[in-house]
C-alpha cells in the first residue's frame, strides 16, 4: 500500500521525473506531446505556480524506497464560459503512477486525496482531462463517478 502525502520541496526532483514519465507515455497515444525533458523543469514550475494561485496541492503516492506517483488538484478554477451554469469548479491537472505499481490502487488514493484537498477548500464540482486514447484512466475515472463532460476533437489542416 502506498502512503500518500503533500509534496514537499526536496520532492521536486522526483515530481520532474514522474512528469516525464508521464509525457513520455502520454506521447506514445498522442504524437503532439512535447519532449519531455526539454518542458519537465518548466512544466513543475507552472504546476507549482499554479497550486499557489488555486489552492491547489501536490500529492505524492510513496513506497518505502521512492516516489511512485503523484496527482495535483487546484481547488479553484473558475469557467469562463457564460454557458454554464455552475462555473467555479476544482481541477485535477496531472494524474501518474509509475508503471509496476499500475494496478495497485494507488491512481484512487490519489484521486481520493485530491477530492478530499477540493472538498476541503470549498469546491463542490470537480473535474479531469483526459487524452481520448487512454481508455484505463478513463476506466478509472468513471469508476469514481466522473462522467464524460465536454468532448473536444481536433483535425490537423496542415502539415506542421
Do not use: W
Request: with cysteine; charged share 30%; proline share 2%.
Amino acid at each position: 500500500m502506498a502512503r500518500i502525502r503533500k509534496a514537499i520541496a526536496r520532492d521536486r526532483g522526483e515530481l520532474e521525473s514522474c512528469f516525464a514519465e508521464l509525457q513520455r507515455f502520454e506521447r506514445e497515444m498522442e504524437p503532439n506531446r512535447a519532449e519531455p525533458e526539454a518542458i519537465a523543469r518548466q512544466y513543475v514550475d507552472e504546476l507549482l505556480a499554479d497550486c499557489a494561485t488555486h489552492r491547489g496541492a501536490v500529492y505524492i503516492a510513496e513506497a518505502p524506497d521512492r516516489v511512485i506517483g503523484f496527482a495535483c488538484v487546484l481547488a479553484e478554477m473558475p469557467s469562463s464560459d457564460l454557458l454554464e451554469q455552475h462555473r467555479e469548479h476544482a481541477y485535477v491537472t496531472d494524474l501518474y503512477v509509475r508503471e509496476r505499481h499500475r494496478g495497485e490502487g494507488v491512481g484512487l488514493e490519489l484521486m481520493q486525496a485530491a477530492e478530499a484537498h477540493a472538498l476541503a477548500n470549498g469546491a463542490s464540482r470537480i473535474r479531469v482531462g483526459v487524452l481520448a486514447a487512454n481508455d484505463i484512466a478513463h476506466r478509472l475515472y468513471r469508476k469514481l463517478g466522473y462522467r464524460d463532460y465536454e468532448v473536444v476533437l481536433e483535425k490537423v489542416l496542415a502539415a506542421e
